[in-house]
């Protein structure tokens, strides 16, 4: 396994932030949002297994940036990319979906993160 270094690191935070700040405001896209809740556990490491539960609220006037980060220091261009799963929630105007996800990363094996996640939605009345 490769090790990340720190200018591959600050390099791939950076391009995330531009993707970030590119994305716009959640009700200029999505106007009928009153807010987006995702709920995740987080679980990483083979030998002894790390699991971390985070809770992420977005509201009307927060980024419409839906990519959880890894947990993993090693993991530079990985992460969970959660916006198919919201785009086609709203879409089809679902409140509650529940799943699971690897790591897009590949910097490292495929599977060495994972989370399950439920992402509420409410919409505005």
């Known amino acids: 396994m490769?090790?990340?270094t720190n200018t591959e690191r600050n390099i791939a935070k950076m391009e995330k932030r531009k993707?970030?700040?590119e994305s716009g405001i959640i009700s200029e896209h999505y106007p009928e949002i009153?807010?987006?809740h995702i709920k995740i556990k987080n679980s990483y490491g083979k030998k002894n297994p790390i699991t971390i539960e985070r809770d992420?609220?977005?509201l009307p006037d927060s980024q419409a940036y839906f990519t959880v980060e890894c947990?993993?220091?090693n993991c530079a261009d990985g992460g969970f990319?959660?916006?198919k799963i919201i785009i086609a929630m709203i879409k089809n105007r679902k409140l509650t979906v529940?799943?699971?996800l690897n790591c897009n990363g590949t910097s490292l094996p495929s599977d060495h993160s994972h989370i399950s996640y439920k992402i509420t939605i409410?919409?505005?009345k």
């Open 34 to 36: 009153a807010d987006i």
């Open 122 to 124: 409410q919409y505005n």
């Open 19 to 21: 993707l970030k700040l």
């Open 98 to 100: 529940e799943g699971e």
């Open 2 to 4: 490769k090790k990340i």
């Open 81 to 83: 990319d959660m916006a």
């Open 71 to 73: 947990l993993n220091k």
């Open 56 to 58: 992420f609220k977005f």
